[in-house]
Nanobody
Framework: QVHLVESGGGLVQAGGSLRLSCAASGFTFSMYAMGWFRQAPGKEREFVGGITTTGGSTYYGDSVKGRFTVSRDNPKKTFNLQMNSLKPEDTAIYYC????????????????????WGQGTQVTVSS
């Protein structure tokens, strides 16, 4: 059974940091590109950051570039999002997702096509 479980969300003041983790199970993690997405109330789901199967390439949304960093640990089947210099507009539910790429270097920013999704973790940034 496939599981993606996010953790690390919470309440933080503007300028602070949080580290989100996504624990994967039930599928061959190293064959999947991974992405973080977020959705704020009344807004569409937004691409935050992602990484290819081997970790060789990373991608970021324009609004988080330079502040957020993604990483993965294939043996541990974890996918992380380090968030620094947080802003109130970063407040959202954050989701991790897995996209089957057969171990290739392919990556997509669009959420459509990602096969597996976690339940989400709330991040709230106060001003």
């Amino acid at each position: 059974q496939v599981h993606l479980v996010e953790s690390g969300g919470g309440l933080v003041q503007a300028g602070g940091s949080l580290r989100l983790s996504c624990a994967a199970s039930g599928f061959t993690f190293s064959m999947y590109a991974m992405g973080w997405f977020r959705q704020a109330p009344g807004k569409e789901r937004e691409f935050v950051g992602g990484i290819t199967t081997t970790g060789g390439s990373t991608y970021y949304g324009d609004s988080v570039k330079g502040r957020f960093t993604v990483s993965r640990d294939n043996p541990k089947k974890t996918f992380n999002l380090q968030m620094n210099s947080l802003k109130p507009e970063d407040t959202a539910i954050y989701y991790c997702a897995a996209d089957y790429t057969a171990g290739s270097s392919a990556f997509r920013r669009r959420s459509a096509g990602y096969e597996y999704w976690g339940q989400g973790t709330q991040v709230t940034v106060s001003s």
